[in-house]
């Protein structure tokens, strides 16, 4: 069975991206003040944030990272977003590279408007297996090589999928 | 002729972001990166080399052919505006 859960708590943004509530971002009719974080458009770097989480104690294999969040905006163009992780055990340094990046990219908008829900996924592909109880330190952003937007996309969730034992 | 830099665009996108009226209007318009970086740069070429010569072109007819699009009046008006704004706070 595929599960998911949160992992957006103790999310750590890079600078220019920020929090918000989604009425403070959006020309709402119906007002909504559930807390984003805004991801800009990049402009010349990868644009994102950081955060850990511990590997579920089912967990068996195949991981996702899930971006929810609302569109900003009329979408067109490429929305690309990135992943890079490091999967420490205790003892282990957390003064190591991310492993090679993991990639997502969207350009077909159709049925899709602004102040819409939307969700993209990163098919995840860590150089050694997950294992149960190891912290996984996570990089995500928006892949300025891939996104060619100009609008904001309003994350309110972070998820972590993956096919239980 | 100036070039802009990453910082550049990125400053006259928060000049606009600033503004609530502006920002829905550019929220809607689906321009992208390249568009959105042609437009301001041939703003700025069009303005610093408008100061000692006459341009070739109208402002709208020099945004359209750098964008690769045709525009509407308020289209260029806001291209003009932000541009204006980022310059007058950056560069004054």
Partial sequence: MTLQHPIIGGFSPDAGVYWSKLSAELSLTNAKQQF????????????????????????????????????????????????????????????????????????????????????????????????????????????????????????????????EA | MAALVDADFQAIRNIVRSEPAQWAAFKVWSMSKAQYRAAFQAMETWFVDGVTARPATSLKAALEAAIGATLTIAQVKLIGYAWAGWRFAAKL
């Fill in chain 1, 36 to 163: 984003c974080w805004v991801l800009p458009a990049p402009t010349g770097a990868d644009l994102g944030g950081e955060v850990s989480f511990t590997v579920p104690d089912n967990y068996s294999s195949t991981p996702v990272l899930v971006l929810r969040g609302v569109i900003d905006g009329t979408p067109a163009n490429v929305l690309g977003v990135g992943a890079q992780l490091l999967q420490r055990d205790v003892g282990e340094s957390v003064d190591t590279a991310y492993e090679a990046e993991d990639t997502a990219s969207n350009s077909t908008w159709t049925g899709y408007a602004d102040e819409e829900e939307y969700e993209i996924a990163i098919t995840l592909t860590p150089s050694a297996a997950f294992v149960a109880g190891r912290t996984v330190l996570l990089r995500l952003y928006r892949d300025d090589s891939v996104d060619t937007q100009t609008i904001n996309f309003l994350m309110t969730n972070l998820l972590f999928r993956y096919t």
